[in-house]
Nanobody, 122 residues
Framework: QVQLVESGGGSVQAGGSLRLSCAAS????????MAWFRQAPGKEREGVAG????????YYADSVKGRFTISQDNAKNTYYLQMDILKPEDTAMYYC???????????????WGQGTQVTVSS
């Protein structure tokens, strides 16, 4: 099991940027796949970005491609979601999650953080 703690959420105007952080309790390279999800009020949770930690390959939801970047810092056991050109529709609670097997898109994530709120005003 991996304990995950998110930080970095907040309020920003449309067009602005935020960087979310997710600190993992477990040795980073022992977790094959990590991802960011979000859930807006009244909507289902959706995958936003994922990263395969062994090779560093990344993938994104179509709605955030070209605007969001997922990355990792092995030395700090932390990974990030850089969010640029934010839109009001990006407003949601953002969660980081870990999967103990190779990435399979946004499926099969077992360990979750508590979430951090992102609010984008127009």
């Amino acid at each position: 099991q991996v304990q995950l703690v998110e930080s970095g959420g907040g309020s920003v105007q449309a067009g602005g940027s935020l960087r979310l952080s997710c600190a993992a309790s477990r040795y980073f390279k022992s977790v094959p796949c990590m991802a960011w999800f979000r859930q807006a009020p009244g909507k289902e949770r959706e995958g936003v970005a994922g990263i395969a930690l062994s090779g560093g390959s990344t993938y994104y939801a179509d709605s955030v491609k070209g605007r969001f970047t997922i990355s990792q810092d092995n030395a700090k056991n932390t990974y990030y979601l850089q969010m640029d050109i934010l839109k009001p529709e990006d407003t949601a609670m953002y969660y980081c999650a870990a999967r103990m097997f190779s990435c399979d898109g946004f499926l099969g994530f077992d360990d979750w953080g508590q979430g951090t709120q992102v609010t984008v005003s127009s």
